[in-house]
Each structure stands twice: as C-alpha cells, then as structure tokens.
C-alpha cells in the first residue's frame, strides 16, 4: 500500500474477495500505519461487505464512513427492460 496509493486512494471493488487472515490483518496494519497517507475505498454489494466488515474485530473500528447507493437500475428504468 505505502508505495501503491501513498498521498492518493486505494479502491478495492468486490473487498468481500479479499481471501485469508493474514490478507486482513496486513490490510488493517497498513491502514493503521498510513492513516495520514492513504485513502482506502472498499465497494462491493450490501449484504457480502457486512460479512466482510465482520471478518475482523478491527475492521469496523476503521471504517470511518459507509455509503450506501440505491439501486439505480431498479429506480430509474421500468421493469422488464433490458439496458
């Protein structure tokens, strides 16, 4: 992380993938470690990244802010169209 997105962002999409323990807690310490340096943006569906920010005690002390987007296709084209 230090030289990928230092002074920048980190967007990890689908962050529910991230496979292993050990991936976790590296993450965890990296954004602990670089707090000042990098911003880190995890997206994925609603219900996988609730179980992704329970995977790990520290996570959710981390995460500052959750935005949650509405489903855009259902609101804005009738339903039984394909875009």
């Given at each position: 992380m230090r030289e990928v997105a230092k002074g920048g962002v980190l967007?990890?999409?689908e962050a529910y993938s991230?496979?292993?323990e050990i991936?976790?807690?590296?993450?965890?310490?990296?954004?602990?470690?670089?707090?000042e340096d990098v911003i880190v943006i995890f997206a994925g569906?609603?219900?996988p990244m609730q179980g992704?920010?329970?995977r790990n005690l520290g996570m959710r002390s981390?995460?500052?802010?959750?935005?949650?987007?509405?489903?855009?296709?259902?609101?804005?084209f009738p339903a039984g169209r394909n875009a």
């Open positions: 967007f990890i999409d991230l496979q292993g991936t976790i807690t590296t993450l965890l310490r990296e954004m602990e470690n670089h707090r569906y609603p219900e992704f920010l329970d981390r995460i500052v802010f959750q935005v949650k987007f509405e489903d855009y296709y259902s609101q804005n």
